[in-house]
């Protein structure tokens, strides 16, 4: 079950912008990170509800089926929230192209490189939320899963479900002007209380 009145309320809109500020932020970390241009696509936003249901969180549209890497952070503080970056064994080793080290260590070279790739994106759509929305938050170390082989419905369901009936689900792809074939998914998953947390908190100029 989708629920979509709320988002368009004056807090929803806050919560909308917000977002795609921080998305302008990440794209733009991601393009210094990693030395090319790089722009983002939203592929969904809305409400779901989160109660065990396999049809209530609908993710069709933006779940990467072939996706064998997920990058989770937690986000702490007033507001509970969890991104998650999700990549293909093409776009692993695309990205983290440029590590080097000895044939033993490369592997853990690469997955803590796309571990710090995620803590930058995620602080910098934190930064732009946090700032916006006058929220206390911020993120917790980045867990690197590999291989990902788990149905992202399920996943949001067993890390929201003690602590929320109703999510908010904000995603993009990102676009990377060089290799256009990639198109590694960012997902954020917010719990609905935060429209109401700031409906009392002035608009931040």
Known sequence: MIIPDILKTES????????????I???NSFSKFVGTD?????THHGLHAVDGDDET???????GSDADLLVATD??????AKSYLLLNSRE???LSQRVYGTEQALMDFKEEFIKELDNILSASVITKLSN?????????????VKPFSCNLRNMIYDDFAEEAETVYVNAIHFTIEKYPELRP????????????QIESKPVHC
Request: net charge negative; with cysteine.
């Open 12 to 23: 929803g809109v806050r919560v909308l912008e917000a977002f795609e500020s921080g998305y």
């Open 25 to 27: 932020n990440a794209a």
């Open 38 to 42: 790089i722009s983002y696509v939203k």
């Open 57 to 63: 969180v609908d993710l069709k549209e933006i779940e």
């Open 75 to 80: 986000v702490i503080g007033e507001v509970c």
């Open 92 to 94: 692993f080793d695309q």
């Open 132 to 144: 916006a929305l006058r929220l206390n938050m911020y993120g917790n170390i980045p867990i690197l």
């Open 185 to 196: 998914c960012f997902i954020w998953v917010v719990d609905q209380g935060i429209f109401n």
